[in-house]
Nanobody, 124 residues
Framework: QVQLVESGGGLVQAGGSLRLSCAAS????????MGWFRQAPGKEREYVAA????????YYADSVKGRFTISRDNAKKTVYLQMNSLKPEDTAVYYC?????????????????WGPGTQVTVSS
């Protein structure tokens, strides 16, 4: 069984930066991809970014391209989301997720494991 735990959320002013981490536990952790999603109050969960675990290839939603960077540390079984130039509309609960097999990395349905989420609040 895989467990994911996010950390690094908080309150930041617009234009600031935060770095989220997602640590995975589990004896055999070898996902196809890891992703970050977010959900703002009253809105549906939204894809943010994804990374293929073995190759390191990355994918981004248009809304965060050029501002957010996803990366991973295979040895630490950790994925990161560096968020720069934050905007108030980035305010949401951010979730990391793991996909066991290849799929559409931008779709939440591709992911079998989810963390509990971490709150990111960007003030104007």
């Amino acid at each position: 069984q895989v467990q994911l735990v996010e950390s690094g959320g908080g309150l930041v002013q617009a234009g600031g930066s935060l770095r989220l981490s997602c640590a995975a536990s589990g004896r055999t952790f070898s996902p196809y991809a890891m992703g970050w999603f977010r959900q703002a109050p009253g809105k549906e969960r939204e894809y943010v970014a994804a990374i293929v675990w073995t190759s390191g290839r990355t994918y981004y939603a248009d809304s965060v391209k050029g501002r957010f960077t996803i990366s991973r540390d295979n040895a630490k079984k950790t994925v990161y989301l560096q968020m720069n130039s934050l905007k108030p509309e980035d305010t949401a609960v951010y979730y990391c997720a793991a996909a066991r097999i290849p799929g559409v990395v931008a779709s939440a349905y591709a992911y079998q494991y989810w963390g509990p989420g971490t709150q990111v609040t960007v003030s104007s």
